[in-house]
């Protein structure tokens, strides 16, 4: 509830306060036993999750080195693995590039991948074609062609990354 909205009762949750300031986070009380890959708050129907809601906590975290080729290391947030998802998603995360490091140029065939951009600057790379992009900007690469990213600023640069699978 925020600025005077009336919540709007969903079946078979809880709503409690998470934080200090109020704000409210629903929990779906499940009474069907989940798999031990659903860590989180989930609905399922027919043993495949229809909704859930991960806290940043319960993401599975990595650091690449010199990933794709490029300088440094990344650091990949999995919001949401390939197995749980319906949709034919390969990845969905988080991606954080620190400054002096990059992702390699690489080519995405029978698939295609976003970059949408959180904060920082960086340096893309699309199929050639290089361009200064920031917060809000997003980058679509796909069928074929080639695209790298390389951190242009001091600050972390930080992008959602999604790569969709086209069979």
Known sequence: KSGGETPVPIPNTEVKPSSADGTALATVRESRPLPDAFLCTSHRRKGVAEFMIREAKEMAREIRERMRDGKGSVEITHIFKQDELR????LVARVTIPPGASIGFHEHNEE????YI???KGLANDNGTTKLVGPGDAILTGGGAGH??????????EMVAV???FA
């Open 148 to 157: 790298a990213i390389e951190n242009a600023g001091d600050e972390p640069l």
């Open 87 to 90: 949709g034919k998603a390969r």
């Open 118 to 120: 959180i904060s920082g």
């Open 112 to 115: 295609e991948e976003i970059y």
């Open 163 to 165: 790569i969709l699978l």
